[in-house]
């Protein structure tokens, strides 16, 4: 480290920073002072300001191009700030400033961007800090990783981030470039891929097997704000972006209102995890299950999710009615079956009933099948004890289902739709685009008036029907408001704060919709969202959707989401990814240690669809011995319901335990080689502080494993065992650990 450059000491780290720019240049922990994490350039900015051009394209300045920079050094005791004010930056009149915090005593660093605005410049985002990291941080190689809080519902661990893969016939880096148009927003790059949205937390975490870099936000008031790590061209960018809010001429000069900080840690990615825990276990939106009085008793009760599918076999396929399910009626001694199958409850989730087509919103009603028929049906299942639910198409409208040449135009433009969409910077329409060629949609926006009314009597037709449990935020992953540039909306003419704002009172009001229904109490409605809801919407839903992979099997996943939230909201994992010829009962397994509901989708002759999919595929040929798939669904809810509810239902997700001599099992299918453990395991903690661990072998053999006990104590060990029923075992301590035989396709629980 130069001896000329600036320098910050905290509890646990030392950097140092360009005297005359204050760009970071150096990052050491003290636990592993050998290890550099930031990578050598010649220059790198200290910010960058985002920004709308006279032709609404977003665009990047940095302190690079100001014209004046003033750098200042304060010092109080131990506690050290640096500061620097840049000016006239890119030729605008622009004035930001920055500070860095440090303190000895403190375990954090914390940095603040301010904006003096008087440029009349639509300022979208301040990037601050301005973090690029060494993608080799000279330790055992490849033990470099990052992680990630957002991705398909849990958490994304990229190891060995600055390599190249195989991408669709070519190569392709890993990290995307950090170039502007991973910044901006636009339908081009997804209207959910934000804080608070599919990114559900603030942080994002760098690592070897020495030290590691963490990066968070402190921020109580869902301020907007993008997470991202890319391939910079001096390295490793990670980056976060803070969205939203900025001032424009003539307005008030805004600071940051939060602290962004950052420090060391040493350990893998549940270390990170824990930091980020500490802090937002202790936020208003942390409200453990057992402490909240929103929670129906049915929820917690673990029903066995299934999904039903009225018409079409497929999403992107022909939408012709399913004969097995229609009239709904019939569907009845079909699930009787599954129920008694798996020896628990059942909620019955309907998906792509709409009248015009599977997922076409709001033109939706009546139903396929008819009302009649369905309010019947719902009646049914309610009578036997059941529960009846469907997921929707979230704050879209849908235009057209190209499977039955449905053309929704003349329905949008006669119904105000034109009111309701999202708009892009440059005013244009916001389109929704992954699924546009079977179903293309506008992502609608929650400042509008149609957008809720819409969406509210639409939400209170499912009630009247009888469904409980409602995932209408199923599309706006991690219950995100969608970004909207309108002018004409009640919100500025910015992503920003109002989004978190908008999906409060939108949330509310459906609520007030049930408590006008009378659907509330015991047997009361729970709205859900898909793909993990973000920390600050948890007290609005009572359930979240998470697709599940089992270890050793999806890329670059791992639980966070479970590790961070888990005790705030059920989580329901009835789709998810496993692969065949064992999908039902990989997947089913992963739920119990994860802490899902399990289930499936229902095929017409009363199996559940046992494909490699997290939703759809066409129901032959079967795969799956469906007698072992519906025997570990039923171990799995017995201990859910039965002795593991403290812990898989209210309890918090632990660093797992050592377990020893857990075998792979290993297999080639359509070309896949596929090696996956025998047993899968994760520990818990219950409220009252009680610990468990908790196992389930998917395999159709018992299996023998030595656990490492140590953080159960020393009392005498219980172990509970689910197989077709449940039964417990007291276990004798050995020197090396305790010795554990689970029977083949069950779970069981260590107390």
Known sequence: MQTDHLTLESRHDVLAFDPETLSLVSFRSKAAPEQEFIAAAARLPAFAIGYLDARHQYRLLTSQQAADVQVSVETNDDQRQLRAVYSSIGGHDLRVTCQVTAAARDPFICWKIGLENNAGLQVVDA????????????????????????????????????EAIPAGGAWSQKLAPDSPRQWEFSARMGDANHYPGMQFAQFVAYYNNRAGLYLACQDTEANV???????????????????????????????????????????????????????????????????????????????????????????????????????YEKCIPILERVSAAVDAPLAVILMGWERAGSWVYPDALPPIGGETSMRDFITSIRAHGWHAGSFCSGTRWVIGQAWNNYDGREYYEQHGGEESICREADGSAWRENWDMDWRPSYACCLGAPKTRQVAQDYVRHLIDWGMQSIQFLDQNNGSSTFPCFAADHEHPPMPGKWMAEKMAQFMATLHETARQAGAEGVDGVVHSAESGLNEVCLPLFQETELRIYPPNYGVD?????????????????????????????????????????????????????DKDTNNWAPWE??????????????????????????????????????????????????????????????????????TALVLANWTAEAQTVMIHAGRLGHDALTLQVSAMEVHAVALARMDQGVEVTLPALSCAMLT
């Open 127 to 162: 990037q601050y800090p301005f973090v690029v990291c060494r993608f080799d941080l000279g330790d055992a190689p490849g033990s470099e990783k990052i992680l990630l809080p957002h991705g398909y519902g849990s958490g994304r661990l990229i190891e060995r981030p600055g």
């Open 225 to 327: 704000k993008r997470f991202a790590a890319l391939h910079h061209e001096a390295g490793l960018r990670l980056g976060v972006a803070h969205v939203g809010d900025w001032p424009a001429r003539g307005a008030y000069a805004r600071t940051l209102e939060y602290d962004t900080v950052t420090r060391s840690f040493q350990g893998d990615w549940y270390a990170a995890a824990d930091l980020y825990r500490d802090w937002t276990s202790q936020q208003k939106w942390f409200i453990p299950l057992v402490k909240r009085s929103d929670i129906p008793a049915w929820l917690t009760d673990s029903p066995v999710y299934i999904t039903l599918r009225p018409q079409g076999i497929l999403d992107a396929g022909p939408v012709a009615p399913v004969n097995e399910f229609l009239p």
């Open 557 to 609: 996943i791992v639980p966070l989401y479970q590790y961070l939230f888990h005790e705030c909201v059920v989580l329901q994992g009835m789709m998810g990814n496993a692969p065949e010829p064992y999908h039902l009962a990989l997947r089913t397994a992963a739920n119990c240690v994860l802490g899902g509901i399990p289930g499936g989708v229902l095929t017409g002759d009363g199996t559940l669809l």
């Open 621 to 690: 040929p079967r795969v799956e011995d469906s007698a072992n798939a519906f025997k570990m669904i039923r171990a799995v809810s017995a201990l859910r319901r039965g002795p593991g509810k403290d812990f898989v239902v209210y309890g918090r997700m632990l660093r797992p335990a050592q377990v020893d001599g857990i075998p792979m099992v290993e297999w080639n299918y359509n070309g896949r080689l596929n090696r996956i453990p025998a047993i899968f395991h994760s520990a818990w903690q219950a409220q009252d502080g009680r």
